[in-house]
């Protein structure tokens, strides 16, 4: 069972009171669901991060429709907003654990953010040589590849990306900023100069989302099953037990390695379910992506096409931020490419990606399997083959049987919030 201080701290957040929102929160909150912020008028924030499906898509879409006419897809899956209040800046460094969190960034910071917003959102970070890069890591930032610094960095993004929000430039974005219904209060809280300037008006906004996404009790809930367990308030049923196990074992799932259920700070530090860093897992190529029909075309992650800073760190390419597990049984799709439907599947393709090949990977036209089809040859070497159960060769049975699978996913089903154990009143949100 956990250690009293995991207890204690677990405890008080699922006591905490309900702390109403700031007057900066609640303008992000109205921005957050404000659908005339886009170019087809129909889309907002919450259109993709769906607050009743843990603020992610609430369809099987491997990528979701943005664009002027909600007909373009996006490049990739679109991953939750839940439990970022925690994740570091991006670095590339020493191969350790996070151990505070970041900070939203400050208002005198935002309109160097909404300054970049016509280029392409990098991290601000120093890339080292190769030499350097094999005793350290890349970790933490926001999206799949990392390059938005902060949440404060990642709010402009979908704003102005032609295939989701599409507004066409930040002069546009204004517009529609000072005609929305909430413009008087940016006016009385950011002063009157506020709409004067694109970059102005556009970084107060991104941190005002920001803001919101920090303070909104929705957003880091922490009352999974999981969370009650390590409160002492419930038992996990065996099949559970037996999941966690797996899951911990390094010689079975290993699953932990990378996604941490461990609190940290003795217990002040919720589990995260994440390293934060990055890996090259070698997902197959998703079909159902129009991009894709280009043989040419690779979404490389850190490499590109959206990041551009690390284009040259060719190590890197293939590289894809690991999300963390929490809820990650109320969604459709998964990997960035949106390729699997189902946990089974993802935990089948982690135990035989290396076991079976021929399951996950087609043949060409000369019958020699594909392995890796969604990364050049080239970069084929940058996919974790040294880290169980990936280390494993053709012929050797997986690490988890069909039944462990079950215990796994099982197990993966105590992170879903909104737990609620017999005679708890429905929390308040």
Same mark, same amino acid.
């Not at 590849?145 to 546009?172: F, V, Y």
């Given at each position: ?94 191969? #350790? ?72 430039? #930040? ?43 920090? !303070? ?28 966690? #196990? ?14 941490? !259920? ?51 760190? +060719? ?6 931020? +690991? ?31 290396? #076991? ?44 988890? +049987? ?19 154990? !017999? ?7």
């Amino acid at each position: 069972m956990p250690v009293p201080s995991v207890q204690a701290a677990a405890l008080a957040r699922l006591n905490a009171p309900v702390v109403p929102l700031s007057a900066v929160a609640e303008v992000g909150k109205k921005i957050f669901f404000d659908t005339s912020l886009s170019g087809s008028g129909k889309l907002s924030c919450a259109s993709c991060h769906n607050p009743n499906n843990a603020h992610a898509p609430a369809n099987d879409l491997a990528v979701q429709l943005g664009g002027m006419s909600l007909q373009n897809q996006g490049g990739r899956a679109v991953p939750s907003l839940r439990y970022h209040e925690h994740a570091p800046a991006f670095s590339i460094g020493p191969d #350790t654990q996070p151990d505070e969190e970041d900070k939203v960034a400050t208002a005198a910071e935002n309109a160097k953010v909404a300054a970049a917003a016509t280029a392409p959102i990098v991290a601000k970070a120093t890339l080292q040589s190769a030499a350097a890069v094999q005793a350290v890591v890349p970790q933490g930032g926001f999206d799949w590849d990392g390059r938005a610094t902060n949440l404060t960095d990642q709010a402009g993004g979908p704003l102005l990306a032609a295939n989701e929000m599409a507004n066409k430039s #930040t002069t546009e974005l204004l517009a529609k900023l000072k005609a929305a219904p909430y413009a008087s209060d940016m006016l009385k809280l950011f002063g009157p100069a506020v709409f004067t300037s694109s970059n102005l008006a556009l970084g107060e906004a991104y941190y005002a989302l920001a803001l919101y996404q920090k !303070e909104d009790r929705s957003f880091h809930p922490y009352d999974s099953k999981y969370d009650y367990y390590l409160a002492k308030k419930v038992e996990l049923s065996p099949q559970e037990m037996r999941g966690l #196990t797996l899951f911990k074992d390094p010689k079975k799932g290993n699953c932990a390695t990378c996604h941490i !259920e461990k609190p940290s700070r003795d217990g002040q530090f919720p589990p995260a379910f994440t390293d934060y860093q990055f890996e090259a897992l070698g997902a197959p190529r998703n079909k159902a992506i129009l991009a894709n029909r280009d043989p040419k075309y690779f979404d490389l992650g850190m490499c590109g096409p959206l990041r551009k800073d690390a284009a040259k760190q +060719t190590n890197y390419c293939g590289y894809f931020k +690991t999300p963390t597990l929490r809820n990650v049984a109320t969604r459709q799709v998964y990997f960035h490419n949106g390729v699997f439907h189902s946990l089974e599947d993802v935990v089948h393709f982690y135990m035989e990606r290396e #076991t079976k090949p021929e399951k996950w990977y087609p043949r060409g036209k000369n019958g020699k399997l594909n392995k890796y089809d969604d990364l050049p040859v080239k970069y084929h070497a940058n996919v974790d083959v040294t880290d169980a159960p990936f280390d494993s060769k053709p012929g050797v049975p997986p690490a988890l +049987t069909d039944d462990e699978i079950k215990d796994v996913v099982a197990f993966l089903k105590t992170l879903n919030d909104g737990y609620l154990p !017999e005679g708890k009143p429905v929390a308040n949100k």
